[in-house]
């Protein structure tokens, strides 16, 4: 991994911009889809992010790193990453994914006329097991900063 460092305020700020951009609103359809009413049990990645603050995203990311200190096993882990997210009041990403959140904040212009975005993933932020758990406002774990990604993933982006 090339640094460790947290999204700040600005960065937020210009993703939620760049969402809010692509998706000028949230039909109730994509909303349940999301799962952004966190009714079902594995609906903690996206975020709204026409209402997220930069304070719920960053309550998530302190809670996260305490519950990985914590030691505590698997099931355990889980149950306590899925009551930080739903105490937040948000998910594990600051939008859609952790990964598309990396991209729009390396990509994204006001100016673009074309955007892709990328849904994939190989864990969930809420999959425990031997790394730690994603926060929303970590910048580091994304496609061109994880060591295991490179081979598949693009040489037109600086690493």
Request: glycine content about 6%; hydrophobic content about 35%; aromatic content about 10%.
């Amino acid at each position: 991994m090339k640094n460790k460092t947290t999204y700040s305020v600005s960065a937020v700020e210009q993703i939620t911009h760049a969402y809010r951009s692509i998706v000028p609103k949230i039909t109730p359809e994509l909303a349940d889809y999301w799962g952004l009413q966190r009714m079902r049990p594995w609906s903690l990645v996206a975020s709204d992010f026409h209402s997220v603050t930069f304070e719920q995203l960053k309550t998530l990311h302190e809670q996260t790193l305490e519950i990985d200190r914590q030691g505590l096993d698997e099931q355990e882990r889980g149950n306590a990453l899925r009551n930080a997210a739903l105490s937040a009041g948000t998910g594990f990403s600051i939008g859609i994914s952790p990964w598309t959140d990396n991209l729009l904040a390396r990509t994204y212009t006001d100016d673009n006329d074309t955007v892709v975005i990328l849904l994939g993933h190989d864990w969930y932020p809420i999959v425990t097991g031997d790394h730690p758990s994603g926060t929303p406002l970590m910048s580091w774990d994304a496609l061109h900063e994880v060591e295991r990604y490179w081979a598949g993933a693009p040489r037109c982006m600086s690493r």
